[in-house]
């Protein structure tokens, strides 16, 4: 069973709150995951980068909905209790509580419209006119990480996109600071003498494979077009092979085909193959060719400020 989502939480948690006793959240958590019978790994599901199971997360927004429609209250932190109209809501048998039936109480219009003006925006070539958020039965910790992969992904195809028209000469200055970013190479200085110095045999540059250079790492790093087959690949390793190398890095801003992946898992030398969307990753993640635009932080209630009010 599919881990459930904050609204499908709704009604489980008032019939749970139904008892009239006062129910700490990550008892409800714990409650929620068993009546929905989720797995130790489905417990213990994060949200992306996010350091918060995904059922922790559904349960405290379904939590805070209902508190908003005045349903429940929460009188002491981290706990929870129904309200007067809880009861009355729960009288009624509802076979459901969602976005849409807490509508019907005027808190939660009020509420809801405000935690969802900030997303509401104009979009491209519609003027003023404004576009719902999808998939409303998506928490707001979920819907923030979807956010932040898509302008990751779209952070990348732009890299790749500049990388494929700038020169040669460019991309390998872009290799160099990324493989010394990733602690290879030692200094830039000595990463730009290494690359480049061959330039036969199939082999673009040498780096160092650690900052004292007790080992090298040679690399090649071309921007085709189609993807990268095996005679590519093998055409590298012979050339490791005629300088008794052991270690090579095969770098693109294409793709490498399945064949040439299975044939590097084969062979005793340690190639490593980067395509084009992993060498974007790469940038990404240690900040070669990107500048931060904007920060976010994310806060929470901090539970130990209001411990003394208990």
């Known amino acids: 069973m599919p881990i459930p989502d904050f609204q499908t939480l709704m009604l489980p948690i008032l019939q749970l709150a139904g008892d009239g006793q006062l129910h700490k959240l990550r008892d409800a958590v714990a409650a929620m995951s068993d009546a929905f019978n989720l797995t130790e790994a489905e417990r213990n599901e994060m949200i992306g980068s996010r350091l918060q199971p995904r059922i922790y997360s559904n349960v405290s927004w379904a939590v805070t909905y209902l508190r908003a429609a005045r349903l429940l209250e929460s009188p002491l932190r981290g706990t929870f209790r129904i309200t007067d109209r809880g009861y009355e809501v729960l009288s009624a048998n509802p ?68 990388i494929k028209h700038c020169s040669p000469r460019f991309f390998e200055n872009l290799v160099i600071d990324l493989l010394v970013k990733m602690g290879y190479g030692g200094s830039v200085e000595d990463a730009g003498k290494a690359i480049g110095r061959s330039g036969d045999g199939g082999i673009d540059g040498v780096i160092k494979g650690d900052i004292l250079g007790l080992d090298e790492v040679y690399v090649q790093a071309k921007r085709w077009e189609g993807a990268v087959g095996t005679p590519v690949v093998r055409d590298f390793v012979g050339a490791l092979e005629g300088r008794r190398a052991r270690r090579g890095v095969l770098i693109t801003t294409s793709s490498f085909t399945d064949d040439a992946r299975r044939y590097v898992e084969r062979i005793e030398k340690k190639i490593v193959l980067i395509d084009g969307e992993q060498l974007a990753q790469y940038m990404i993640d240690f900040n070669v060719g990107v500048a931060e635009e904007r920060r976010y932080v994310i806060k929470r209630l901090d539970e130990n400020y209001f411990s003394g009010d208990a």
């Open 95 to 162: 076979k459901r509580i969602d976005v849409q039936y807490l509508k019907r109480f005027p808190e939660f219009v009020e509420f809801y419209a405000a935690a969802r003006a900030d997303s509401r925006a104009p979009s491209a070539g519609q003027g003023a006119q404004m576009h719902e958020p999808p998939a409303e039965n998506i928490s707001p910790d979920e819907r923030l990480e979807i956010s932040y992969r898509e302008l990751q992904k779209a952070l990348a195809r732009d890299l790749l996109e500049r």
